[in-house]
């Protein structure tokens, strides 16, 4: 989308955009305002996503700065707004909205692309739903921290602008310092925003979402013979994608609801994430998430599940006999397996070296990720060991046939088994945020010291360049170690 006019901000004072407001019925949102918090003060600021959105801010630690990254401060002309949405919450359906958090207003890169600029843990709207609208310091540099990890690694997601910490005690177990996440991202349009459309009962609302979605973020799809169906197409691809990219990585969202997956394909809500460590399918962490629904493994099968909701909104505009549009609707979903197996096989040959048109056989990849467990090796130090050539002499796996196998297809590579690594070391990241590391960066930084988590996000801003197995930013969680789990912060 072309912008209106280019975004302009002198100082912490920002021109923004409200299309959302603009070209959407009132039924998708709520004009509203943020909590007056007593003492903003900005414990973290992006200054590189603040440059790549063109946005200046002059002294990003003045008191200025942290109350117009709260909401305290609204831009002239800017009007906030919460944005309503439903979802399937593990499998049963709601009807939510922003609860906990409004859009600031829109800005427009030097790109031409468009942005929202999100605070979350701003204070109640009319879709709070009994919750305080509130949010602690540790969940909000939580999302800082892996959002921009996830960046790092070049996995699509949401970025974080800034946290701003509210002054203001939040209640969950025990009172905690209240902060406000500033989130950057691509839109919040949600698959949950087309549940909420179709449950108003009239599908004009649906085509006035779809038209609205279509014009941000698939402009070359106006004119297509099925908008609706070419969009869902879409969508299903950048889903299959990135879950292939979360997989790769060892990612655990924790909480696949469908109003946490986004149209746009990035990454979003990061609420109870996680990494795995050892392999194991059956990972979660999640301490809502009891049944393992969206453990490891099962992350392609939900997102599937959750595209298929997407799709039944679709159906009234896609085609007027319901038997049709089910037909066409099913066509572009049975797309999803296929295309995310062959971009999660394709990103594990990169992972291993080779070639993605070599035509090494796939039974390959089984047979390790079937040793990986049975051994309960680390992921990510499995991966880059290899990348490093730093398997130890005394490591199983080099008696295994695997690794005499793989060390021969290695050679066969082009360039040979160095280029080859340097493609690897290129592909497996020596570090990520490891969850023990995270959780103790979280509890310095409630208790006032910085320095910890400003040292983790350098690191992690860098993820590629070869560290020791002795580095303290690779070492996994003790074996020996209580189960950790990880909480919504809500």
């Known amino acids: 989308m072309q912008p209106d006019r280019p975004p302009q901000a002198s100082g912490p004072t920002w021109q923004l955009e409200a299309t959302y407001t603009r070209q959407l019925p009132e039924l998708f949102y709520e004009h509203t305002s943020a909590a007056k918090f007593p003492a903003p003060k900005t414990v973290i600021f992006n200054a590189a996503v603040a440059d790549s959105l063109g946005l200046h801010v002059d002294d990003p630690g003045s008191g200025a700065a942290a109350r117009l990254l709260c909401g305290q401060d609204i831009p002239p002309g800017c009007k906030p707004f919460a944005q309503a949405y439903a979802g399937h919450q593990f499998g049963g359906f709601t009807m939510l909205g922003d609860g906990r958090a409004l859009v600031l207003g829109e800005v427009v890169d030097p790109r031409g692309k468009r942005f929202d600029l999100q605070l979350k843990g701003s204070g109640r709207t009319r879709y709070s739903r009994g919750g305080d609208g509130l949010a602690a310091l540790g969940p909000m540099l939580r999302e800082y921290v892996m959002s921009e990890a996830l960046a790092a690694l070049g996995v699509p997601t949401t970025r974080s602008l800034a946290v701003v910490a509210t002054g203001a005690a939040v209640y969950r177990d025990r009172p905690l310092p209240g902060a406000v996440l500033c989130r950057v991202a691509a839109s ?110 099962n992350q392609p099968e939900i997102m599937l599940w959750n595209l298929c909701r997407l799709a039944e909104t679709l159906l009234p505009l896609i085609d007027d006999d319901a038997e049709r549009a089910i037909e066409k609707t099913t066509e572009r979903l049975q797309a999803f397996e296929p295309e995310y197996e062959a971009a999660w096989r394709t990103r594990m040959r990169r992972k291993l070296g080779l070639e993605a048109t070599t035509g090494q056989p796939d039974q390959w990849i089984d047979e390790m990720l079937g040793w990986l467990q049975s051994q309960r090796r680390d992921w990510t130090n499995f991966f880059r060991d290899l990348s490093d050539d730093a398997v130890d002499s005394g490591d199983p796996l080099l008696g295994t046939s695997w690794y005499s196998a793989w060390q021969q297809a290695l050679a066969t590579q082009p360039g040979g088994p160095s280029t080859a690594r340097d493609r690897m070391r290129a592909t497996n990241p020596s570090v990520i945020p490891r969850n023990t590391i995270v959780e103790s960066v979280l509890d310095a930084a409630n208790d006032g010291d910085l320095g910890p988590l400003e040292t983790l996000l350098q690191v992690l801003s860098d993820p590629w360049t070869a560290r020791p197995r002795s580095d303290p930013y690779r070492q996994p969680r003790p074996a020996n170690a209580p189960a950790y789990q990880t909480f919504c912060g809500t």
């Not at 085509?207 to 014009?215: E, H, M, R, T």
């Not at 950048?238 to 986004?262: E, P, R």
């Not at 795995?276 to 979660?284: G, I, S, W």
Request: negative net charge; charged residues 15%; hydrophobic residues 45%.
């Open 188 to 297: 919040h349009l949600r698959v949950g925003t087309f549940q909420y459309a179709i449950a108003s009962g009239d599908t004009a609302n649906v085509q006035a979402l779809l038209d609205y979605a279509i014009k941000r973020h698939a402009p070359e799809l106006a004119d297509a013979a099925s908008p609706p169906l070419e969009f869902l197409g879409k969508v299903v691809s950048k889903q299959a994608n990135l879950v292939a990219d979360w997989m790769a990585i060892g990612f655990i969202h924790g909480v696949m609801n469908t109003d946490n997956v986004s149209i746009a394909g990035e990454t979003i809500d990061y609420g109870p994430c996680a990494m795995m460590e050892a392999y194991d399918p059956a990972t979660v962490f999640s301490s809502i998430d009891s049944q393992g629904r969206y453990a490891y493994a």
